[in-house]
């Protein structure tokens, strides 16, 4: 089955540790998204591609880079991880950014910065 | 700047028993509004898109419904398979405008 899937599931990292976060999508999809969502709230759009061109937020932090060497695989870099960044990290894929398109969501990274 | 609002937090159900769930959003211009279901520790999972007012969508126990100002998802005889997180989002009109998220209603439906 066409899908997106993340790794890794959990990933534990100390505090000021850079960690790599990765998506990869067997849709053909050409925009894929990053979001962050906190423990019980709204799902944060960090950053996006559409094809090779980066989007990112006014207010997505430094810290988050983001890479997509081809159609299939993004990648999500925290330099310098803090505190504050311990939520579940959300790979999103839309065929086109229309705004009428359906998200799909892989399963999420849950990222622990200790 | 585009906002949604959605009521309640939590709501438990006992099996059988209907309700519904309430999006308040603001926004310039709707293009579309959205219902996501997100299970625990999983990424959401789409339900509907509604475009304009007095749409309404259904797929088994859920109906979406829309207004002007605020969208309803309303479950019949729910069953605790239905328990999960449902989020709804909006997005406004205009060239790259992303989806704005509210941050949930936890439904639990008891047996």
């Known amino acids: 089955d066409a899908m997106v899937i993340q790794n890794p599931r959990y990933q534990v990292t100390q505090f000021g540790k850079p960690v790599t976060l990765s998506c990869s999508q067997t849709l053909n999809h050409n925009v894929m998204y990053w979001y962050q969502q906190k423990s019980s709230q709204a799902p944060k759009l960090l950053f996006h591609y559409y094809d090779k061109d980066f989007n990112n937020e006014a207010d997505t932090p430094d810290n988050f880079q983001s890479r997509r060497p081809n159609t299939s695989f993004c990648f999500l870099d925290i330099r310098s991880p803090g505190l504050g960044d311990t939520a579940m990290y959300l790979c999103a894929t839309s065929r086109v950014r229309s705004g009428d398109e359906k998200l799909f969501f892989g399963s999420g990274t849950q990222l622990s910065v200790l | 700047e585009d906002q949604v609002t959605q009521s309640p937090e939590a709501l438990r159900l006992q099996e059988g028993e209907s309700s519904s769930l309430n999006c308040s959003y603001t926004?310039?211009?709707?293009?579309?509004l959205f219902w996501y279901r997100q299970d625990p520790g999983k990424g959401p999972e789409f339900l509907f898109t509604?475009?304009?007012a007095g749409e309404e969508k259904e797929k088994e126990r859920l109906k979406a419904t829309l207004t002007k100002k605020e969208s309803f998802l309303h479950i019949t005889a729910p069953k605790p398979e239905d328990s999960a997180t449902y989020l709804c989002a909006v997005q406004a009109r205009g060239s790259a405008r992303q989806l704005t998220f509210g941050s949930g209603t936890q439904l639990t439906v008891l047996p």
């Open positions: 509604l475009y304009s």
């Open positions: 926004v310039s211009g709707l293009r579309g």
